[in-house]
């Protein structure tokens, strides 16, 4: 009898176990469709920002600038741009890092923020990376230099410690930062910024083929035909 009850304990565990881990797995795969929906319409309106705005009004003497606010012919960067529609939320934090950022207060936070940057630094191809990082569910993408007064900008900064930047160049990442209930892993912050990755290679000419537009995006006609 001893034995039978050990065995219905022993299923009950296991069931309840299996129960625990698949909703910890549904919760994981919410977070991370909510984090990736979230960062694609971050990006449309940084991307809507950079390209219908900043690039527009250069034309008329309208510049974007670190000092925006101290001249009504200055607009904010792209990158105070996302900041400050972000610090208007209270749920969720948005922000940019890099490995070579202008700001100290762009660094990557955790050893595993700087994992998931060189990830996306090393690959062109991959658009999202998504990790456990404590009690947080975090998601980076690519930051591109959509246009090359973009890369110029940051090479040309007194404060830049890479100046090699091209157009299309993966500068960093936009990462959307989520709560998640589990226990915090307890992992240590980043005491020093990691050495910048080697820029000496031949400068990239065309965007990854996730970016709209990209030669090296399939041909939507020959995405109809295999549908069809």
Do not use: C
């Not at 001893?2 to 919760?27: D, E, F, I």
């Not at 009690?135 to 690519?142: G, L």
């Not at 936009?174 to 050495?195: N, Q």
């Amino acid at each position: 009898m001893g034995a039978k009850r050990a065995a219905v304990y022993g299923v009950m565990s296991l069931l309840v176990s299996l129960s625990l881990l698949g909703n910890s797995r549904a919760g994981e795969l919410s977070l991370d469709l909510t984090a990736r929906y979230i960062l694609e319409i971050v990006k449309a309106f940084r991307t809507a920002y950079v390209l219908n705005v900043v690039e527009r009004v250069r034309d008329a003497g309208v510049v974007s600038a670190e000092e925006w606010s101290q001249d009504v012919h200055r607009i904010p960067l792209p990158a105070q741009f996302v900041k400050g529609a972000a610090s208007e939320l209270e749920n969720y934090e948005i922000g940019l890092i890099g490995l070579a950022p202008l700001n100290k207060e762009n660094y990557p936070k955790t050893p595993a923020e700087v994992e998931a940057l060189t990830k996306l630094l090393n690959n062109r191809d991959q658009k999202i990376v998504s990790v456990l990082d404590g009690d947080q569910f975090k998601s980076i993408s690519a930051d591109l230099a959509l246009v090359q007064s973009y890369a110029d900008r940051h090479n040309q900064h007194s404060k830049a410690t890479v100046r090699t930047f091209n157009r299309y160049d993966v500068m960093g990442g936009l990462i959307v930062r989520l709560k998640r209930d589990a226990r915090p892993e307890g992992m240590p912050l980043m005491s020093e910024p990691p050495a910048s990755p080697d820029r000496n290679s031949a400068p990239q000419t065309t965007p990854p083929p996730w970016v709209p537009g990209s030669p090296l995006s399939p041909d939507p006609q020959s995405l109809k035909k295999k549908r069809g």
